[in-house]
């Protein structure tokens, strides 16, 4: 079963770290930062750290699991984890330069409900997780993170 690593990038105001994806033909869309596990990483832990840095060369303190999505052959772990510095111009994942992969732009959004609403984060299955959470007051404000 292949498995992927996400995480929700909390920063030090509150907003949180999203990619908006622009293909050719397909609505843009919003993802969490993360990808794939691969043999190499000592754990799932580590296999985000990396991941973070590839994709906007950071660096966070992982709170902890926030949610697991699973498929008859996949297998997402959504991470919570706060964020001190990153950059996008320095990112080195493989995928930035692989044709026909589209755009990657990485955006700041509040994390709040109506923050959330204002974007299309896929899965729709975390998008209806954090706003619950939000809701119930679980994120933000340094709230359990």
Not at 64 to 91: C, G, K, P, V
Not at 112 to 135: M, S
């Amino acid at each position: 079963m292949k498995q992927r690593v996400r995480a929700v990038l909390v920063t030090a105001d509150d907003t949180m770290l999203v990619i908006r994806r622009t293909k050719p033909g397909v609505p843009e869309y919003w993802v969490l930062p993360g990808g794939g596990v691969e043999p190499g990483d000592a754990s799932r832990e580590a296999a985000l750290h990396r991941e973070i840095h590839e994709e906007i060369a950071g660096k966070a303190d992982i709170v902890r699991l926030l949610h697991t999505m699973e498929s008859d052959d996949e297998r997402q772990l959504f991470y919570l984890a706060r964020i001190a510095t990153w950059s996008f111009e320095d990112r080195t994942g493989p995928e930035f330069s692989a044709e026909g992969r589209g755009e990657y732009a990485l955006e700041e959004i509040p994390l709040t409900v109506e923050g959330l609403d204002g974007i299309d984060l896929k899965p729709e299955e975390i998008a209806h997780v954090l706003r619950g959470a939000l809701e119930a007051g679980a994120l933000g404000d340094g709230a359990a993170v």
